[in-house]
């Protein structure tokens, strides 16, 4: 397997879901900010034009960060992180798919079609009027998050994919202008233990 990686949230979840794991995966970069993932040869491993990508061992190629996760959690199931057993495995993906809809997307394409706008105007269709609606959607979805979390995980006693993923954008959100809200009490100590781990160093 091959990692094709590059600065951002997206390949910084699939990085700390591999060190969280304790997989050695090698890794190639890819210069974002040269739009080297929107020429080839990068764009015949994903037509997409984003990164990550993973390399398989027969030459295919995965890009999604959950699609990448879940072949990581089916070649290396130990230790789990998306599930042991079809219920936590369902749980998980519940809390990802949560997460992102309700925070990373908007998130990201808020700061996509704002403080990166020169970044992305010629990569993908971006709407500059949308980028407050965008940003105000993600914070309605922490603040949701903050009234219906139990802790000390997303899915409980278990830490999981769903809290690789949400810190990855956070904290990302924390450096374009789109800091997690201190006022937030159990998302901001939620968050300051994901910190703590070292998978979260690892793939800073």
């Keep these: ?30 210069d974002l900010m ?9 764009t015949s491993k994903n037509p997409a034009g984003q990164s990550p990508c993973l390399e398989l061992d027969d030459g295919s190629h995965l890009s999604e960060i959950t699609a990448i996760c879940e072949y990581l959690e089916e070649k290396h199931p130990n230790p789990p992180l998306i599930g042991a ?3 936590q495995r369902a749980e998980t993906r519940m809390w990802t798919r949560r997460v992102d809809l ?7 394409n808020g700061f996509r079609f704002s403080e990166g706008l020169q970044l992305f105007k010629d990569r993908i269709l971006t709407v500059p009027e949308a980028a407050a609606g965008l ?17 000390p995980w997303l899915a409980g006693s278990r830490f999981t994919l769903a809290d690789i993923l949400l810190f990855s954008f956070i904290d990302f959100g924390g ?23 070292p998978s979260a160093a690892a793939s800073a």
Aim: hydrophobic share 35%.
């Design 1 to 30: 397997m091959k990692l094709y990686q590059s600065i951002g949230p997206n390949p910084r979840a699939v990085k700390m879901f591999i060190a969280e794991k304790g997989i050695d995966v090698p890794r190639q970069d890819i």
């Design 102 to 108: 309700k925070i990373c997307e908007p998130l990201a």
């Design 85 to 87: 057993t079809p219920e």
């Design 34 to 42: 040269g739009a080297e993932n929107r020429r080839a040869p990068y």
């Design 135 to 151: 940003k105000s959607m993600a914070k309605d979805g922490e603040t949701w998050l903050e009234t219906n979390f139990k802790g």
């Design 175 to 197: 450096q374009v202008g789109q800091p997690l809200d201190p006022g937030f009490e159990k998302l901001t100590a939620w968050f300051e233990r994901v910190k703590a781990r």
